[in-house]
């Protein structure tokens, strides 16, 4: 003769098949969090080798002189961004070629313009440029008056290089456990010069200011001629956020 469950025996099976559905569906939350960190940080990753590959190669090809970052004491309501001359033709993708005349001198042709363009929360990091007017092309390096951020709507340059670029005065909550941490008024793209107190040897700081501009308290003796570069990219904006903080520096050849 066949006999029934027990009440006891059915709630232990109860309970055994609540405990496997409970240990089923966080194995699959923590699995389907995992992919969605990965899938997000290799995106990222991405995007920011190939923002940092057109950087690192357009600062490396400029002019010192020539090298503007933003906000600045001039224009301190300017959204984080830089400007440069190149010596490459407007529109050209050609890695392997710079207009040089027979001297080796680079014979610059235009502007180069990188600008944060703000979002809600996060921005996205923009590649621009601007032909130089025939007055201009005498060979000699001068920094642009126009800011980053005035992109025409025509423009055809426009490339959006990175998503996700921390925007200034942004506060993460939950990063590393901390109850907030808030960006700068660089947010997420900060250009600067880096100066070496009292010559080789000093201690270095951080300034907008550009060794060219003597008027402005540059001091081309407290100077080097390197650039630092950072950028901070939000990869994961959940309760557990992840930043990722890329720094390196550059020197302009000219």
């Given at each position: 003769?066949r006999?029934?469950f027990?009440?006891?025996?059915?709630?232990?099976?109860?309970?055994?098949?609540?405990?496997?559905?409970?240990?089923?569906?966080?194995?699959?939350t923590v699995?389907?969090r995992?992919?969605?960190?990965?899938?997000?940080?290799?995106?990222v990753?991405?995007d920011t080798?190939a923002a940092?590959?057109?950087?690192?190669?357009d600062l490396?090809e400029?002019?010192l002189?020539?090298?503007?970052?933003?906000p600045?004491?001039?224009a301190p309501?300017e959204?984080?961004?830089c400007?440069f001359?190149?010596?490459?033709?407007?529109?050209?993708?050609?890695?392997m070629k710079?207009?040089?005349n027979?001297?080796g001198?680079?014979?610059w042709t235009?502007?180069?313009f990188?600008?944060?363009?703000?979002?809600a929360?996060?921005?996205?990091?923009?590649r621009?440029e601007k032909?130089?007017?025939a007055?201009?092309?005498?060979n000699?390096?001068?920094?642009?008056?126009t800011?980053?951020?005035?992109?025409?709507?025509?423009v055809k340059t426009k490339?959006?290089?990175?998503s996700?670029?921390?925007?200034p005065?942004?506060?993460v909550?939950?990063?590393?456990?901390?109850p907030?941490w808030?960006?700068?008024?660089?947010?997420g793209?900060?250009?600067?010069?880096?100066?070496?107190?009292?010559?080789?040897g000093?201690d270095?700081?951080l300034?907008?200011?550009?060794?060219a501009?003597?008027?402005?308290?540059?001091d081309t003796?407290?100077n080097?001629?390197l650039?630092?570069?950072?950028l901070k990219?939000?990869?994961?904006?959940?309760?557990r956020?992840?930043?990722?903080d890329?720094?390196?520096?550059?020197?302009?050849?000219?």
């Amino acid at each position: 003769m066949r006999r029934g469950f027990t009440i006891i025996e059915i709630v232990v099976y109860s309970f055994l098949a609540l405990l496997a559905a409970f240990v089923i569906f966080t194995l699959y939350t923590v699995g389907t969090r995992a992919r969605q960190v990965s899938v997000s940080s290799y995106l990222v990753s991405v995007d920011t080798e190939a923002a940092i590959r057109w950087m690192r190669r357009d600062l490396q090809e400029t002019a010192l002189v020539s090298v503007r970052v933003f906000p600045n004491d001039a224009a301190p309501n300017e959204p984080p961004g830089c400007s440069f001359v190149s010596a490459r033709d407007p529109g050209d993708l050609d890695e392997m070629k710079l207009n040089i005349n027979p001297y080796g001198a680079p014979l610059w042709t235009k502007t180069v313009f990188y600008t944060l363009q703000k979002g809600a929360r996060t921005g996205q990091l923009v590649r621009w440029e601007k032909p130089l007017d025939a007055s201009q092309k005498d060979n000699v390096p001068r920094a642009s008056d126009t800011m980053p951020s005035a992109i025409p709507s025509d423009v055809k340059t426009k490339r959006v290089l990175m998503s996700d670029t921390l925007e200034p005065d942004v506060t993460v909550t939950g990063l590393n456990g901390s109850p907030g941490w808030k960006t700068d008024k660089y947010g997420g793209f900060c250009v600067q010069f880096i100066r070496r107190q009292g010559g080789e040897g000093g201690d270095e700081t951080l300034t907008s200011v550009s060794p060219a501009d003597h008027d402005n308290g540059g001091d081309t003796a407290n100077n080097t001629s390197l650039l630092s570069v950072e950028l901070k990219v939000l990869a994961s904006d959940t309760s557990r956020p992840s930043v990722y903080d890329i720094e390196y520096r550059v020197h302009p050849r000219y």
